[in-house]
């Protein structure tokens, strides 16, 4: 094995793979340290709080640097830059006033705006009103209202009568050149909190949020969740996925192959005929039914995916292998000094053609990944877990390619074809060291 | 006398099912028709023959790795098929062919130590001992530079001593040895040979040595045993049947062992006409009938001939010596 592995660094295509291979492993490693397993779960599942200053359907960060236009990463303005005056009106009334500056730079309008109200209250709670003065002394208030509980989330973009008021969309209007509508204006905006409170010890804070385009290192997915997660989790996932599935399947088979060469007679027979059995029933409706009416959780399709396939159809090629390896003279000499049936298949026979099996092994980690991937594209993947499959999944049922959020789709569908691509050098590689006769091709 | 027999074979018979339709059978390869005889403790015998006369079949049904169709095998005066696992521990295993007799996924210790773990032999450090004293014994020497190597670095006469190795480590009381030497180059097959010989003298076995070369019988062995479709035709110590072969067709093998005397080299040799006969429908009689030139007409290819016993101790299956 270790000569194997010193002649695979040799093949400049498995060191490609390895790499990728390697790669793929740390990434693997990577996610199942910095974020554990119920963390992850907890992350992509966490309702809308969890991801809320998150812009929605951003790209990642690093197309800025591709694009001429300069793009706009999101900017949280909160009570550390923030000017407050108070002052007092009466007893118990008090005015607020907290001011924020905006240098605004990017040449792309923001995805939205939402402003966070945090008040502190006894009773009566405080009325709010938000001024906007864009850079070139325009003024806009809007937003009066009473904020309830402690935190209140404005959402700016989605308020109504100031769509109608602005006729338009306010992460546009407010911040349009007035010369050249499809273009922001540059400069410094000013945003002014204008509370009252009712009570003596009452309090108020807030945060302005100004959503960007872009986001993180991945972007972000409909549900404002960081690709970035799904996308390391889905390392370790599809590498248990590929790897338990291909492993499990061919241990399996070849212990099967070679119990039915070995004792031959009616136990071949029944060995084959289940072989044939299972080669005309498919797979991936049956997987579909268990997703449907069992269960989706991953674990138990890949069990269910090696249960159908204990006996798989390589069965025959394996059995072939053993067939001519049984009349060897060595197992007859096992046979003379008194090794048993059960000795003669685990110590002898399959040992003997683990080597070639170990390409096939390999070659057949991408098949079972992309069949995970297939099936959360179906619809059928696990719904807790962030897979690559699941974040295809969402893209394509949100409409991803048509909204151009090309980077939803590419980014899971590389690293999909990356894990494919590192497995088949290194399975192919392997084939032509396990089978020197494949060579000379 | 009785006691001295380690390995009592009676009456037997080895026939191989050629293809089943159903009920009815097709018909028998005869690989061992009708064989007796018997191997002492510490006696070598060799089995000598053409190819296909049912010698491999014969070592095989020996080592009970056949069991027989008829007929009966004692060991130490026990029926083998009651004698089960035990038995193999008692027996070692000699093949043609040393490299396919080896499992080229093992190195040399795990080799040696697969009969001693199968049939419970000893502790962990007793049989490391063993190994060691067993690779000494056949000179794969120093043991520490083989221990550890797998069969294809070894050379064809090294593996062939580790197989002889493998097959006493187990202390056993018979050897089977079925044309150990065949494959071997002519310059390590009387390196083998002796080896065998140490061997057996060394811890007194029964060996039975198959093989279809003459020549190398007298490196050892006791007696001779020529089988000829099947059948034993002739039994006699060596040196009586080299000298006196009675059988016509232990004659004309005898005939054929390269003679390196150059007076000779222009005699024309006697070879028997014909093929050696099918062992799914072996002839009428004396199966040797229709190659024989001293064939008796009406009595060699009917009647089948019983072991008669022209001097003590030298059997023969021929109508001639009656």
């Known amino acids: 094995m270790k000569e194997a592995f010193k002649e695979l660094t040799r093949y400049k295509s498995a060191l490609v793979g390895l790499f990728i291979l390697f790669f793929l492993v740390a990434l693997a490693i990577y996610a199942v340290v910095a974020i554990p397993y119920g963390e992850a779960i907890r992350l992509w599942r966490g309702s809308e709080a969890m991801w809320r200053y998150n812009p929605r359907t951003a790209a990642p960060a690093w197309i800025d640097y591709f694009t001429p236009k300069r793009l706009l990463h999101t900017v949280i303005l909160d009570s550390e830059v923030a000017q407050k005056n108070v002052e007092v009106l009466s007893e118990r009334t008090r005015r607020i006033l907290i001011t924020y500056t905006l240098d605004y730079k990017a040449d792309v309008f923001p995805s939205e705006l939402a402003v966070v109200f945090k008040s502190r209250y006894d009773k009566k709670p405080p009325r709010v009103e938000v001024i906007w003065k864009t850079p070139d002394g325009r003024e806009f208030p809007f937003g009066r209202q009473i904020p309830s509980g402690a935190i209140h989330w404005y959402t700016v973009s989605q308020d109504k009568d100031l769509i109608s008021n602005l006729r338009g969309a306010p992460e546009k209007i407010l911040f349009q050149d007035p010369k050249d509508a499809e273009k922001p204006i540059k400069g410094i905006h000013t945003i002014t909190i204008k509370a009252y409170v009712f009570e003596s010890d009452a309090d108020i804070d807030a945060e302005v949020i100004i959503y960007g385009t872009v986001h993180g290192l991945a972007g972000t997915d409909h549900l404002r969740r960081d690709i970035g997660v799904a996308l390391l989790w889905g390392a370790p996932i599809a590498l248990a996925f590929g790897l338990g599935a291909s492993f499990g399947i061919t241990i399996s088979s070849i212990i099967f192959a070679a119990i039915g060469a070995w004792f031959g007679g009616w136990i071949d027979g029944v060995v084959q005929r289940l072989t044939e059995i299972r080669m005309v029933i498919p797979t991936l409706p049956i997987l579909i039914m268990v997703g449907l009416f069992y269960s989706k959780s991953i674990w138990v399709i890949l069990a269910v995916l090696i249960v159908l396939n204990l006996i798989e159809s390589s069965v025959k090629t394996y059995r072939a292998m053993f067939l001519q390896e049984k009349r060897a003279p060595y197992i007859e000499a096992a046979r003379s000094y008194g090794a048993g049936h059960l000795r003669i298949v685990f110590r002898y026979l399959i040992p003997r053609v683990i080597p070639w099996l170990i390409p096939g092994f390999v070659l057949a980690v991408p098949a079972y990944v992309f069949l995970e991937a297939s099936l959360s594209v179906l619809g059928l993947g696990d719904p807790v877990l962030p897979t690559w499959g699941k974040l295809l999944s969402d893209a394509f049922g949100h409409g991803a390619l048509y909204h151009g959020y090309y980077y939803w789709v590419l980014e899971p569908a590389f690293l999909l074809m990356a894990t494919g691509f590192g497995f088949t050098l290194i399975g192919y590689t392997l084939d032509k060291i396990f089978n020197p006769r494949l060579r000379e091709i | ?322």
């Open chain 2, 1 to 322: 006398m009785e006691d001295r027999v380690l390995l009592a074979v009676k009456d037997l018979h080895k026939w191989f099912e050629l293809r089943k339709w159903g009920f009815i059978h097709v018909g028998f390869v005869r690989a061992v028709d009708g064989v007796d005889f018997d191997i002492h403790y510490g006696e070598a015998v060799t089995f000598v023959g053409e190819s296909g006369c049912g010698k491999s079949t014969l070592a095989r049904t020996m080592l009970g790795l056949y069991q027989p169709t008829k007929g009966e095998i004692l060991f130490q005066g026990k029926r083998l098929q009651k004698l089960g696992r035990w038995y193999r521990s008692q027996v070692g295993y000699v093949q043609q062919d040393p490299y396919g007799a080896l499992p080229p996924f093992m190195n040399v210790r795990r080799i040696l130590l697969e009969p001693l773990v199968i049939n419970h032999w000893g502790t962990r450090a007793e049989r490391e001992r063993r190994i060691r004293e067993v690779l000494e014994e056949v000179k794969l020497t120093p043991v520490d530079d083989f221990i550890a190597k797998f069969p294809h670095m070894l050379s064809g006469g090294q593996q062939q001593r580790l197989v002889i190795a493998r097959a006493i480590v187990m202390n056993p009381k018979l050897l089977v040895a079925d044309e150990p030497v065949s494959m071997l180059d002519a310059s390590v097959r009387v390196e083998i040979l002796k080896l065998l010989d140490s061997v057996q003298k060394a811890h007194n076995l029964g060996v039975a040595y198959i093989t279809h070369d003459l020549s190398t019988v007298r490196y050892f062995s006791e007696r001779i045993f020529v089988m000829y479709a099947a059948k034993i035709v002739e039994k006699a110590p060596v040196k009586e049947l080299i000298r006196n072969p009675l059988h016509p067709y232990t004659q004309a093998l005898l005939d054929a062992i390269a003679d390196p005397d150059p007076e000779n080299a222009h005699k024309m040799r006697e070879v028997p006409p014909g093929e050696p006969p099918s062992l799914l429908h072996p002839p009428s009689g004396c199966r040797f009938h229709p190659r024989c030139k001293h064939a008796i007409e009406g009595l060699c290819d009917r009647e089948v001939p019983p072991e008669f016993e022209p001097t003590p101790g030298h059997f023969v299956s021929c109508w001639l010596h009656k």
